[in-house]
């Protein structure tokens, strides 16, 4: 296998026109840290662009920052950090489920997994953030989309289509992401006690209180002792997170308290405390066990989701835990990833989608990682596939199983 580490734009450009002309499939790599999610990439050769790194350009007072691809998620959140900002939709870092040390990703592959955390009903996904790209198509052109100025365009944005594209329609090679100022500071009101089917009604009123909570999420017996180091103990948390300038926290925390007096014993997690509780939640920690046990991100209306939960444990066994305000169950399956009884259980339930995040090799070969699509979106996904990479050259069956040969065939 030969593995290419370009430095500059018109190295990358240069791989993948060398690409095209051999029609020789390319895997797109950062970091790694998500090579394990998808179904395994059929190719011989690998782009790996941790050495195009760097920021670029950051204007703090405009909101505005730009980075070469392989720049590390950790570097960019600690300047971001000192200059009082952060980007709100909180990315996910894949890296600790699958063993990796955190801080690893790249914010090329946050665009590519369009990756959101436990805010995103609030503040969205990578996505709605994302201002403009450089990237070098399977035609091997290079293009950019969008710009450096927080703005609405008309047109096509090329920039948001990259977003949850996993590597397979261009090399992006440079982005430009809004930022925003970070709270300055929260705390986490933590319900004891509530079983699933009562922390639902119980984060439902506090969602539709004037708190203004940006996140919520329900740790179940035994999964609360698996974040903060196991500060939380193993009974059951129902976590609600409050945001803002120092006054207007108190003062909402104590009208939360007071509107959830009946629900349960009631404990508070302060500052630096309750945004490491909110980074476990996000980073799927009660899950990074070191094995690779399946596990499923399960996106389900949040009134459904202790429904589905329970329905699952009745014929397979899972351990599982929701990110209410992201929309989000995580499962952990005992074995077999289920895919089947999941997905016949999601359109039970409302409908939906799952991915199978993470899982021996064997079995991300053999079921569908990703939600299928309807054949409308599906045909819709192809020809947006055969504009960008007609030959199939980048990250081959990461998403499906579907190769250039058979689209065309």
Known sequence: MTTFTPSTVDEVLSVVQWALAEEAPVEILGHGSKRGIGRPVQAEHAVDMSRLSGVTLYEPEELVLSARAGTPVGEIEAL??????EFAFEPMDYGPLFGRAPGGGTIGGVLAANLSGPRRL?????RDHVLG???VSG??????SGGRVVKNVTGYDLSKAMAGAWGTLAVVTDVT???LPAAETETTLVIRGLIDDDAIPAMALAMGSSAEVSSAAHLPQGVAGRVLGGALGGDPATLLRIEGFGPSVAYRRESLTDLLRNAGPIERVEAERSRRLWRDVRDCIPFADATERPVWRVSVAPSEAAKLVLALRMEAGADAFYDWQGGLVWLRMEADPEAEILRRLIRRFGGGHATLVRAAPSWRASVPVFEPQAPALAALSARLKEQFDPKGILNPCRITATTADDRTS
Do not use: D, M, N, Y
């Not at 609030?122 to 990578?126: D, R, V």
């Open 133 to 135: 790209v450089h990237a």
């Open 139 to 144: 035609r091997g052109e290079a293009f950019k």
């Open 177 to 179: 992401f809004k930022v």
């Open 80 to 85: 971001l950090s000192a200059h009082g900002q």
């Open 122 to 126: 609030k503040a969205g996904a990578a």
